[in-house]
């Protein structure tokens, strides 16, 4: 669609201390598609609805619903593929495992958002970071990334590495044929850079928390690094297809939220700027696990939708953050191993009687989001082992809900954020 509005050197340069410097190498952006790009000319009502509801739009009949996590490990289906593809790392990087895969909830449950299947670690090989996958330890990069000459190392991320995610994408787009949004993602900065910095997962971060004070350009060099390439991933998953990007900050909770302040929130700004630039019909969304000491700095970011977690009350988290913008979630993935509710036609006659069945979550939910801009969502991803009944009645109880009956006699309270 676009060239990248600056190569990652010179973005490094400038945060960087003057001694350092980086292989120049500057990474191609193909043309977004006329087919995949809206038509000046649309109707937004012709667009997916979890892409209106992320706008904010008025007028919407319910609100959409997806899963973090739908395609994973709780359906038997991905069990029986991953026995036949053993390896992480090829069933998320090979184009035929990930369509199929990315489609397995989609034929199962029919949510309003489909995501692309992947790791937010996958774009790492293409910036120079190679990376495994440990059975035991989860990712393992061998050669941490601590000192200048390693980050003067680093290159502009190589899309040519990465084809595979475009290839999908586009596949995905025409599979779902408008009748789902389909949804890319990204790591945030300080996410990924605590893969980077730490050598795979940690529960301290030592490592990345110290350099804040012992080596801070250093540690700037590498999100301001990490911030261009990201910028250049999220586009080239737009141009092939993505309809909406949710960026997963999710080790920013780990921050306290002055820190996360100083160290995170700049380089997801410097990410939403450049993607409102040259994508700005594309909708964003940040999730931060343990994100109810960020609510208000999230929305500074300039992303369209909030993600709240499950400890984080929607009716709170709405009051908050005020009605100017949009939010996700957020009901607790434990609760999708409670009892199934009552039949489907009992449920729909009064829903709000059936205090004990999942349903009575969701629509406590829906009403403390209010009648627009909301996604219903987990506030985390699905659990491993989730029945996949549960999943299914999750999603069919959300196509039962409307807002005019939730809403009946109510009128919406158009609520300012606290200051």
């Not at 990345?208 to 910028?231: E, F, N, Y």
């Not at 009687?353 to 991803?381: D, E, F, M, T």
């Amino acid at each position: 669609m676009m060239p990248p509005t600056a190569t990652a050197t010179a973005v490094f340069l400038s945060a960087a201390p003057p001694s350092f410097s980086t292989r120049r190498r500057r990474s191609r952006l193909p043309a977004i598609s006329e087919s995949l790009s809206p038509s000046s000319s649309s109707s937004s009502s012709e667009e997916p609805l979890l892409v209106r509801a992320a706008r904010g739009e008025d007028g919407l009949p319910r609100p959409p619903a997806w899963m973090m996590r739908q395609a994973g490990r709780y359906m038997a289906e991905y069990q029986a593929l991953a026995k036949r593809h053993p390896s992480f790392r090829e069933r998320s990087e090979n184009t035929d495992l990930i369509v199929e895969i990315t489609l397995q909830p989609w034929r199962a449950f029919a949510p309003d958002g489909v995501i692309l299947f992947s790791d937010i670690l996958t774009p790492l090989p293409a910036i120079g970071v190679p990376f495994d996958i440990s059975d035991s330890k989860g990712p393992v990069i061998q050669s941490p990334v601590r000192s200048e000459e390693q980050v003067r190392e680093l290159v502009p991320i190589d899309l040519d590495m990465l084809q595979f995610v475009g290839e999908s994408l586009k596949i995905l787009r025409n599979e779902i044929d408008g009748k789902a949004a389909l949804l890319g993602f990204v790591g945030a900065p300080w996410t990924i850079a605590t893969y980077v910095v730490e050598g795979g997962m940690t529960n301290t971060y030592t490592n990345i928390k110290s350099m804040c004070h012992t080596a801070p350009d250093v540690l700037r060099g590498l999100l301001s690094h990490l911030a261009q390439a990201i910028s250049d991933y999220i586009i080239y998953q737009v141009n092939s297809g993505a309809q909406c990007i949710q960026i997963f900050d999710s080790w920013g909770g780990q921050l306290p939220p002055h820190v996360w302040e100083q160290w995170s929130k700049p380089y997801i700004k410097q990410i939403v700027s450049r993607i409102k630039k040259e994508c700005p019909h594309v909708p964003l969304v940040l999730y931060i696990n343990g994100n109810g000491g960020l609510l208000e700095r999230m929305k500074d970011t300039g992303v369209n939708v909030i993600g709240l977690d499950w400890t984080v009350d929607m009716a709170d988290g709405r009051r908050r953050l005020g009605n100017g913008i949009s939010v996700q979630g957020n009901v607790d993935p434990a609760f999708l191993f409670s009892p199934l509710p009552v039949l489907t036609d009992e449920i729909h006659r009064d829903p709000l009687k059936c205090c004990l069945s999942s349903i009575h979550l969701h629509v406590r939910v829906v009403k403390a989001a209010g009648p627009k801009g909301h996604i219903l969502n987990l506030g985390h991803g699905v659990l491993q082992k989730t029945p996949e009944e549960a999943v299914a009645h999750f999603f069919d109880v959300t196509r039962s809900l409307r807002y005019d009956s939730l809403f009946q006699g109510s009128v919406a309270e158009e609520l300012q954020p606290v200051a």
